[in-house]
């Protein structure tokens, strides 16, 4: 008797990895790291926890510090999941609008070097 394939929950094209950076809401007057926190990110999104409640489909752009020296690198898109942890603190998937590769290249290049 042929098995049937069981349905999963990961329908990911690109990989997750662990990018943990200070970030902020771009155009806020917080200070990186007060209000939102950057958990992990793939070439399609990333997952952020905030304080701030979000609903499904809302515009964020956020700028991201990173240790290069570099600018801040903004990432924007739309919130595709939200997931209430406790009274001050959100779960959000964040889908960007376009996959930009060398933006994720720059974020993952800089974990890296950070695990090691």
Same mark, same amino acid.
């Given at each position: 008797?042929?098995?049937? +394939? ?10 997750? #990895? /662990?990018?943990? #950076? +200070? ?18 990110? /793939? ?6 926890? /905030? ?20 600018? +801040? ?7 595709? &999941?939200?997931? #209430?942890?406790?009274?001050?603190? &959100? ?9 930009? #590769? ?15």
């Amino acid at each position: 008797m042929p098995t049937v +394939p069981q349905p999963t929950d990961e329908r990911r094209i690109f990989e997750r #990895f /662990s990018a943990r #950076f +200070p970030v902020k809401f771009k155009d806020a007057r917080d200070d990186y790291g007060t209000e939102v926190f950057l958990r992990d990110a /793939s070439a399609k999104g990333i997952r952020i926890l /905030s304080k701030e409640r979000f609903f499904l489909d809302d515009q964020l752009a956020l700028e991201v510090e990173l240790p290069d020296g570099g600018e +801040p690198m903004v990432l924007g898109g739309h919130v595709v &999941w939200v997931k #209430f942890l406790n009274l001050s603190l &959100w779960e959000l998937g964040i889908q960007f609008s376009q996959v930009n #590769f060398l933006k994720m290249q720059r974020l993952f290049k800089l974990t890296d070097n950070i695990a090691l």
